[in-house]
């Protein structure tokens, strides 16, 4: 959308200049994480350290994807700055990090707006913002369980650890299934230990698919917690009032 008037011209609606702003605010703290994948110190994935053992093969603590992101992120946001002080008459203050980067552009979100070409900047930011965050937190690796390996899981008899590593490995809907759960479970007469004889140090041990079936069956409860209030906002008022005004 272009407006014009005496004083101000924007080339984005309301609307993407919100959603630019959002996308901005979240960029320090992305681009912090981003670091620490980069360097392998992210605790999602398999930690890449070196062995003790000396090997011309070790593997470096580093990420090419994720470093290959962070550049790209940082260039883009280099690329929107110069853009907006060659157009607007600005110089740069703000420190050179990508953080730094992103939070001048929100501070100058009016000049960004009124930037020629800045229609594409949202949906440009936005996929690499999506890229950082794929590599950030990629998606799990979907668990493929054999049912006739689950059958026979069903009958066996553990106490509740080893059924909760079990149900780990199950997957979905499984994950949720605690060492709490199963001894609420238990206290709610909705499962209960398998006839001795036992030890009395011993832990109770059950069969697996009777507590596998009550977890399913009685669903968890989830706890009531007072409203979570909106957290302020940072308004746009002067872009709200040039909108208003035209």
Same mark, same amino acid.
């Given at each position: 959308?272009? !407006? *014009?008037?005496?004083? #101000?011209? /924007?080339?984005?609606d309301h609307a993407a200049v919100r959603d630019l702003a959002q996308q901005l605010r979240e960029i320090p703290s992305l681009a912090e994480d981003l670091e620490d994948t980069v360097a392998c110190r992210t605790r999602l994935g398999d930690p890449n350290l070196r062995l003790n053992?000396?090997? +011309?093969?070790q593997p470096l603590p580093f990420s090419p994807a994720a470093a290959k992101v962070r550049d790209r992120l940082?260039?883009?946001?280099? +690329?929107?700055?110069?853009?907006?002080?060659?157009? $607007? @008459?600005? *110089?740069y203050s703000g420190d050179p990090s990508t953080a730094g980067l992103a939070r001048w552009l929100d501070r100058n979100l009016i000049a960004l707006a009124m930037t020629e070409g800045v229609e594409t900047a949202p949906a440009e930011i936005r996929s690499v913002i999506e890229a950082a965050l794929l590599i950030i937190c990629p998606p799990l690796a979907p668990i493929v369980v054999d049912v006739n390996q689950i059958e026979a899981a069903r009958r066996v008899r553990l106490n509740?650890? @080893? #059924?909760? %590593? /079990?149900?780990? &490995? /199950? @997957? *979905?809907?499984? !994950?949720?299934? %605690?060492? $709490?759960? #199963?001894?609420v479970l238990r206290d709610a007469g909705k499962i209960s230990p398998t006839p001795g004889p036992w030890a009395m140090s011993w832990p109770e041990q059950y069969v697996v698919g009777e507590v596998l079936d009550a977890h399913l069956a009685h669903p968890i409860r989830k706890r009531k917690t007072a409203s979570m209030s909106q @957290?302020?906002?940072?308004?746009?008022? $002067?872009? &709200?009032?040039? #909108?208003? /005004?035209?």
């Open positions: 959308m272009r !407006r *014009e008037d005496d004083s #101000i011209q /924007l080339y984005l053992a000396r090997s +011309s093969d940082h260039s883009i946001l280099v +690329s929107w700055v110069r853009l907006v002080c060659e157009q $607007r @008459g600005l *110089e509740a650890s @080893g #059924i909760v %590593t /079990l149900a780990k &490995e /199950l @997957g *979905e809907p499984f !994950r949720t299934v %605690t060492v $709490r759960r #199963i001894q @957290g302020s906002r940072q308004p746009l008022l $002067r872009i &709200e009032q040039s #909108i208003a /005004l035209s």
